[in-house]
Every structure is written in C-alpha cells, then in structure tokens.
C-alpha cells in the first residue's frame, strides 16, 4: 500500500475519525483546526497537528496544501470557513480535495468550487441504514462511482442452484466476483459452481442491476 501525505482541515468528531483512521492504516496525516483544545485532543494520534485558519490563503500556503496528495475539508456548521478552505486549498494547486457538506445547496456551492469529491455523512450514512433496514440481504456497498458498485450479498431460497443455471448476467446484468459458503471463499467462480442459501456473494453492476437483483431477494 502507498503511503499517502494527508491533510485533514476540521477536527470536530468527523475530522478526528478521518484523521486518526488515515494515521492508524500508515498514512502520513496533518491535521489542522482553529480551535486549540481540537488540536490537542489529536496530536500524539496523528504525524502532526497545529492551530491553522484555513479560510486564511496564506496559512494555507505556508503549510504546503499543494503537496498532500489528499485534503479533505471536514469544517462543520461553518459553511463560510468550509467554502473559503475549499477554495483556497484547490486554487494553491491541492490535486484531490474531498469536502464535507452540511446539506444540498452546499454540496452543490462546494462542487461549483472545485471539490473533487462532496460527502454529506449523516446523510449518506441515513440512506445507507435505510437501504440496510429495508433489505437486509446486502451486507455492505462499495462505490466505485460512475454508477458502478461492488455490494456483498446474502442469498436466500430465491437464490440457489449453478451459477449457470442462475445466469445473474443475463438476468440481471451484474457479475459475480467471489463466494463465501461456510467460511470457505471462492474467487472468479466457474459455471458449475453451486450457490446456496446464506452464501455470500460478492457482486459488480450498475446501481441500477443491483437494484434490480436486491428487489428480487427482497420479494
């Protein structure tokens, strides 16, 4: 795994979580916030943390934003503070800058500015549940964007028999990449392999395949 040069701006309880996480997987992070006792919650749990302002440019600058290969602006209620380091972090040349919104018209004010990547937590979190809540078959998602996903699926008695017989590309238009029965993971499963249920299955589609394939196991 490379080790990535982070830079994390906002350490309330969002920003900590990014922050120490990064710095416990090995990446170098620096994590900056106006506010003292933020900055010393987190500083033997990151590379370094310090005071900075980051609706200031030139405290920006001085820190080196261009250099980090990720920034990610976690600033909370201050809309203003959360815009203004956005700004300034990708003006100073930042080549991947994710930012927190707080809600719709700042998700789209912060992606008009530049942000690479806009997250909403409780938001996205909330829908995350609901999808959990209403089909509790799906046991994890992963995004690859452009409307793509990886999600890990438990199968159910409307799911069983040979993948060929089942034909989920056909069917579906999704892949299946891996299958856990009993503990025991098979990747790049063949045809003949037997699918039963409370296996695992790790899937690839479209959001809309996968849509489809989880309206099937919910039925």
């Known amino acids: 795994m490379k080790t990535k040069q982070c830079l994390v701006i906002g350490l309330g309880r969002f920003g900590t979580a990014v922050a120490t996480t990064l710095y416990e997987m090995g990446h170098e992070v620096v994590a900056i916030d106006q506010n003292e006792e933020n900055v010393e919650r987190v ?34 209620t201050d809309v203003q503070s959360n815009i203004l380091a956005t700004m300034n972090a990708k003006s100073l040349g930042a080549p991947y800058v994710v930012s927190k919104a707080i809600d719709e018209m700042a ?66 238009g999704v ?28 899937v690839i589609g479209t959001s809309h395949n996968l849509d489809e394939l989880r309206r099937f196991l919910g039925e």
């Open 43 to 76: 500083m033997n749990l990151v590379t370094h943390a310090a005071i900075v302002d980051a609706s200031d440019e030139r405290a920006l600058r001085a820190i080196g934003v261009a250099e980090f290969d990720v920034v990610v602006v976690a600033i909370g």
């Open 107 to 172: 998700r789209r004010v912060l992606e008009r500015i530049g942000a690479d990547l806009v997250i909403r937590p409780e938001h996205d979190m909330g829908v995350r549940l609901a999808r959990q809540i209403a089909t509790p078959n799906i046991v994890d998602t992963l995004d690859l964007g452009g409307d793509y996903a990886i999600v890990e699926i438990e199968t159910n008695e409307r799911l069983k028999g040979t993948l060929r017989d089942l034909n989920l590309t056909g069917r579906f």
């Open 175 to 202: 892949q299946i990449i891996a299958i856990s029965h009993a503990g025991k993971i098979e990747v790049t499963p063949r045809a003949e392999d037997i699918v039963k249920p409370h296996d695992r299955l790790v």
